[in-house]
């Protein structure tokens, strides 16, 4: 099996870290990615306990707290007054939250930016194999017999491996030639991101690290990211209006200016001083989660295999923990078919919950709760995503 060529479509967040756990594990990997240079939004990530033992087990624990800003405080508020409801000195430390015992206090919860963490798998990746990466392929078809797979792109290249993994993000493609048009639902929600310079507010704006503040049908996330000196900013509001779902849309801040107009000082705050150029809006939707994301010798990774929504800061996580237990399960596998089947078994029942998890925070932080998605959120635990460790749970 350590003979094999893996190709990966998609070098987001999941597909470099797949293709790390993948190389550390002695498998051949080549990463094609559509767009002509690497790159990331400008944008927040949140990384939870789960997603910094998936980053530790690939040996980058102490480049990423370098890059990252670790918060000592965070507020739940009042969206209309800013008066704090709940005050933490362990965000996002579900077990330290509640006073209990954590079996693993050295996995910590950090914020970053997204280009960083980006830059950083890819120049892992490049380190490990200087050709690995393939950019301006954009994945068109694929093709699969007993003896390999043939992938096909728009710009005419092909390449054959012995298994392919789509890590092509929420809209994947190779989902589709799996599994045919996705069904999506509008959920009703659009979303605005922006980054603040912290220097450009007044003093006293900011008082702890992150907030999120809970209104009746909208809200505001915010935490500092790049040593505490920016403001990763995101604001959720119900419409009516069909949005684009990319995130990298350009919003006319007017918008968002007159949507929360009547919120609090902090908040309105935050919103004069996003630059009009960082500003951008998209539209939240809902896929049903799959039961299986393999058909023969290609397979799912990532928001590819489980689009989900932000309310819980774990789609990079989860997209993490994929790749590093598919590389354990090819590794502890006697042929492809069993590799693959142990990588869905061990993964799909814990993404679906995250996926309906935050399906279920993100209607409930708006009032807007259904009961049939309650009743499917019960099984989720928060303290069991923050403990589940990729590199050593069972495959
Ligand atoms: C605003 C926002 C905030 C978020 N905050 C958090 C957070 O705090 N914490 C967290 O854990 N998650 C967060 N997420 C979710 C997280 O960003 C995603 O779950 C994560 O990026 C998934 O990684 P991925 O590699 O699967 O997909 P992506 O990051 O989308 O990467 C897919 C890659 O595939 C490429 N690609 C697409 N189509 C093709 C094709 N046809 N051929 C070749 N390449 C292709 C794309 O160019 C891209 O490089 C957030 C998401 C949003 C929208």
């Not at 998609?10 to 051949?28: M, S, V």
């Not at 790159?39 to 102490?62: D, H, P, Q």
Request: one cysteine or more; aromatic letters at 8%.
């Amino acid at each position: 099996m350590k003979d094999l060529h893996v190709v990966l479509i998609g070098a987001g967040i999941g597909g470099l870290t797949a293709a790390i756990a993948l190389q550390r594990a002695g498998f051949k990997v080549s990463v094609h990615e559509q767009a002509e240079e690497l790159g990331e939004v400008g944008a927040g990530l949140t990384l939870a306990k789960n997603a910094n033992k998936a980053m530790r087990s690939l040996g980058l624990t102490a480049k990423l707290s370098k890059i990252g800003f670790r918060p000592e405080s965070s507020g739940r508020k009042d969206l209309m007054t800013g008066v704090i409801h709940l005050l933490s000195s362990a965000p996002g430390d579900v077990r330290q939250d509640k006073g209990e015992t954590d079996p693993d206090p050295d996995a910590r919860f950090w914020m970053h930016h997204r280009a960083d963490i980006h830059a950083l798998l890819a120049e892992t990746v490049r380190a490990n194999d200087p050709d690995a990466i393939h950019l301006g392929h954009c994945f068109q078809s694929f093709t699969q017999d007993a003896n390999g797979v043939e992938v096909t792109f728009t710009n005419g290249d092909t390449v054959t491996g012995d298994l392919a993994i789509g890590c092509d993000g929420n809209r994947s493609a190779v989902r589709q030639s799996l599994f045919g048009e996705d069904k999506v639902d509008f959920l009703g929600y659009v979303a605005w991101r922006g980054l603040v310079p912290v220097d450009a507010l007044p003093d006293g704006t900011i008082d702890t690290d992150t907030s999120v503040f809970d209104g009746k049908y909208r809200s505001v996330v915010r935490y500092k990211i790049r040593g505490g000196k920016t403001i990763n900013f995101a604001a959720y509001a119900q419409k009516s209006d069909w949005v684009d779902e990319g995130w990298s849309v350009p919003a006319k801040k007017d918008e968002l200016v007159e949507e929360f107009a009547d919120t609090c000082e902090e908040v309105q705050q935050m919103i004069k001083h996003i630059p009009a150029e960082t500003c951008f809006r998209w539209g939240m939707f809902g896929r049903e989660p799959m039961a299986t994301w393999t058909v023969g010798r290609v397979s799912l990774l990532g928001d590819a295999a489980h689009p989900m929504l932000p309310f819980l800061g774990q789609g990079a996580g989860m997209s993490m923990e994929d790749g590093v237990v598919l590389a354990r399960c090819l590794d502890a596998a006697n042929s492809i078919e069993e590799g693959l089947h142990r990588y869905e078994a061990a993964r799909v029942e814990r993404t679906t919950l995250v996926t309906i998890g935050a399906r279920y925070n993100g209607l409930h932080m708006h009032g807007t709760i259904e009961k049939a998605l309650e009743e499917r959120a019960k099984e989720f635990d928060p303290i069991k995503i923050n403990d589940y460790d990729p590199s050593t749970v069972p495959v």
